[in-house]
Structure formats: C-alpha cells, structure tokens
C-alpha cells in the first residue's frame, strides 16, 4: 500500500529531531519538555500545508515514529522506545 500524499521531507526533518532526542533519553537526559515542544511544532508545520497533504504528512510521521519505537524494542532499548513512542502519541491527526 502506498502512503498519503505527504511532505516528504517534513517527516525527515522531525524524525531527524526524535532521533537526536532519542539518543539524549538513552544517555539518560529528561527530553521530555524539549519532546513535546517539538512534536507542538511538528504538528503546526504539519497542519500549515492544509487539505489532505496535511493529514497525510501527520499520517505518515506518526506510522514512521511507531516504526521507530518498534525497532528500538527490538533492539531492546526501552528509553529511545519510550521516546518515539511518545513522540507517536502527540501526533494529532
């Protein structure tokens, strides 16, 4: 299945973001403030696109930083897991 129409490098950009928090959380910082800032933002740049391109890049940012938490399970590393999968749960779609 293909995804949604989206901005492509939007979703890099914040992913890119989680990613750097991530690895603050696995060093032991408390990234939680800067998390949700971020995500605020995220979502805001996300939503300014407007109509179905909007929904879909918060769409796919949200598949892909769920994709990321998993990976982190599995790699058994549960505070860069926690991080993306915050970051999932503050997507608003």
Known sequence: MSEPLHDEALVN??????????VSAFD??????ELDAVMRE??????????????GTLTVLATRLREHADAAEREDQPLV???????AELVRT
Not at 13 to 22: H, V
């Open 13 to 22: 950009l914040y992913l890119e973001r989680i990613s750097a928090l991530s």
């Open 28 to 33: 032991g910082a408390d990234v939680s403030g």
């Open 42 to 55: 995220a979502v805001t740049k996300c939503q300014a696109a407007g109509g179905p391109q909007a929904h």
């Open 81 to 87: 897991r926690d991080t993306f999968r915050r970051a």
